[in-house]
């Protein structure tokens, strides 16, 4: 069974400081995506970042960054500069390759912004 | 690029009516399309997955008579909640697999909340 945990239901962070949230996951597959999407309070889906498990190096997105750590099955998110509008459900998730197309998401973090 | 559309945005409706939602790849085609529904405070919960011209795939527990599915294009699939009933009342979100080198990932629509009195 493929599944994702995200520990931290809640989170907060000042403006202007960086947070991390935590991700991680369990396959048996080599072949992998792996993605954070953003929910905010209108409820559209985001894409932040998406990751390849193929590749080392770490994907980053402006502000947003994160640890991919292949091994350990971790996959977190730094927010750099955090901005009001970061306030938001953070889905970690991933999807396996090789034909299979369905996201397996965590149960969330949300994440205040506090001026 | 990679935008998703949904229609309506929000939806009321009457016990045993039926209501129908579509999602629309704007600017990408989207052979694969996938239906999700969300309850408060939680996370997404995959209901099927559609494919442009052929019958979609059911996620177990999901009764796909009650939730009719429809991928007539590879820009537009279609949502049919028959007869709906209070306990339908939820966030349905659509997403569509983009090509090319993301074709991996999905978009998502804004969702549609639907209400059933």
């Known amino acids: 069974a493929q599944t994702v945990t995200q520990s931290q239901p809640e989170m907060s962070v000042q403006e202007a400081e960086t947070v991390t949230l935590s991700c991680t996951y369990d396959?048996?597959?080599?072949?992998?995506?792996l993605f954070w999407y953003k929910q905010p309070p209108s409820r559209q889906m985001i894409l932040v970042i998406r990751?390849?498990?193929?590749?080392?190096q770490n994907a980053t997105e402006n502000r947003f960054s994160v640890n991919f750590q292949k091994a350990a099955k971790s996959f977190s998110l730094k927010i750099s500069d955090s901005q009001l509008g970061d306030t938001a459900m953070y889905f970690c998730?991933?999807?396996?390759?090789?034909?299979?197309?369905?996201?397996?998401f965590g149960k969330g973090t949300k994440l205040s912004v506090i001026p | 690029g990679a935008v998703v559309s949904q229609h309506p945005s929000r939806v009321i409706c009457k016990s045993g009516t039926s209501v129908k939602i579509e999602c629309r790849s704007l600017?990408?085609?989207?052979?694969?399309m996938f239906w999700y529904r969300q309850f408060p405070k939680q996370s997404l919960m995959l209901m099927a997955t559609?494919?442009?011209?052929?019958?979609?795939?059911?996620e177990q527990g999901v009764e796909k008579d009650k939730f009719l599915i429809n991928h007539a294009s590879l820009t537009l699939s279609t949502l049919t909640v028959t007869s709906a009933h209070p306990e339908d009342s939820s966030f349905y979100i659509c997403?569509?697999?983009?090509?090319?080198?993301?074709?991996?990932?999905?978009?998502f629509g804004p969702g549609t909340r639907l209400t059933v009195l």
């Open positions: 997403s569509a697999e983009a090509g090319g080198g993301y074709k991996d990932t999905q978009y």
């Open positions: 998730a991933f999807i396996v390759g090789a034909g299979s197309y369905q996201l397996t």
């Open positions: 396959t048996s597959e080599n072949n992998y995506y």
């Open positions: 559609s494919n442009e011209g052929s019958k979609a795939t059911y």
């Open positions: 990751q390849e498990a193929y590749k080392q």
């Open positions: 600017d990408f085609q989207a052979t694969t």
